[in-house]
C-alpha cells in the first residue's frame, strides 16, 4: 500500500480531504494534517511522515504559495529527495497560481485531472466497480478502511451486501438476504445498531439472522453530529424502506 502525503494550505482544506478519498479509495494510504496545528508535536510529526511517504503530493494555490507550514513540508521532502535520489514530489494545481521559480523544473497537474496524477503515484485511474448483483437500484456504502469498502444493495431481488476491494478491482457478495425477509425485518424493527467506541473506526449492526456485520461511524458523522449511531440507524431505515418501491 503507497502512502502519499498530502501538503496544503487550511484554506484548501476540502480538496486536500477530497484527493485523500481519492486516493483511499484506489487502495493507497494518504496522509494529511487535519488533527495537527503547530509547535513541536507538528514539526516532528511532519518529518516522520515525509520520511515514511512514498510520494509527496502538493497542492498549490495562491494560498499554500505563501504558507509558511507549506514552504517547510516542501524544504522536508526536497531533502528526503536528495538523500534517496529520486523524485517523491509531485504537484497539483487547484487554481491559477503560478508554480514557483524553485519548482518550475516540475511538471505540475491541473486539478482533477485525476488519470495523470494517479498514474505518477502508481494508482489505478479509474474504479470499474461493478458487483456481481448488476446494475444496482439503491446502495449504501456502510463501512470503509483503506482500499475496501462495503456497501448494503437494495434491488428487486432483495438485499445483499457487497464487499469492494478497490485496489484489486474486485467485488464480491458477502451475503444475501431475500426480499421477503427484508420486508419482515421491516415489519418486526428486526435490525439493530450498537453504538461505536471511543478506540475503532468501526462499529456493529444485526439485521434478522445476520449478525455482527461493520459500520463505520467516520461516514455517519456529518461533520459534527454527536449521535452517529441514530444518524446510522435512520440512513439504514430509510434505505430498507425503499425495498417497497419494487
Given at each position: ?17 477530497e484527493l485523500a478519498r481519492e486516493c483511499e479509495m484506489r487502495g493507497a494510504d494518504p496522509w ?124 428487486r431481488r432483495g438485499l445483499e451486501c457487497i464487499l469492494v476491494d478497490v485496489g484489486e478491482q ?77
Amino acid at each position: 500500500m503507497s502512502t502519499i502525503f498530502i501538503s496544503y494550505a487550511r484554506e484548501d482544506k476540502d480538496s486536500a480531504e477530497e484527493l485523500a478519498r481519492e486516493c483511499e479509495m484506489r487502495g493507497a494510504d494518504p496522509w494529511w494534517d487535519r488533527e495537527l496545528t503547530s509547535g513541536e508535536r507538528y514539526i516532528e510529526t511532519i518529518l516522520r511522515q515525509v520520511r515514511e511517504a512514498d510520494h509527496f503530493v502538493l497542492l498549490l494555490s495562491v494560498n499554500s504559495k505563501d504558507s509558511t507550514w507549506v514552504a517547510f513540508e516542501v524544504g522536508a521532502v526536497r531533502a528526503r529527495e536528495f538523500e534517496l535520489g529520486r523524485d517523491l514530489l509531485k504537484i497539483v494545481t487547484i487554481d491559477d497560481c503560478d508554480v514557483p521559480g524553485f519548482l518550475s523544473e516540475r511538471n505540475a497537474t491541473p486539478w482533477n485531472e485525476w488519470q495523470a496524477l494517479f498514474g505518477s503515484l502508481g494508482l489505478p485511474a479509474d474504479i470499474d466497480y461493478k458487483p456481481p448483483s448488476g446494475d444496482p437500484d439503491k446502495s449504501l456504502v456502510i463501512f470503509r478502511a483503506g482500499g475496501q469498502w462495503m456497501e448494503l444493495i437494495v434491488s428487486r431481488r432483495g438485499l445483499e451486501c457487497i464487499l469492494v476491494d478497490v485496489g484489486e478491482q474486485r467485488a464480491r457478495l458477502q451475503w444475501r438476504m431475500p426480499r421477503e425477509e427484508v420486508m419482515a425485518c421491516i415489519q418486526d424493527e428486526d435490525f439493530k445498531v450498537y453504538p461505536p467506541s471511543p478506540d475503532r473506526s468501526w462499529a456493529l449492526f444485526t439485521i434478522g439472522g445476520y449478525t455482527e456485520w461493520r459500520w463505520s461511524p467516520t461516514m455517519f458523522s456529518h461533520g459534527n453530529d454527536p449521535a452517529p449511531k441514530q444518524t446510522f440507524l435512520n440512513e439504514l431505515r430509510e434505505h430498507l424502506e425503499s425495498i417497497r418501491n419494487f
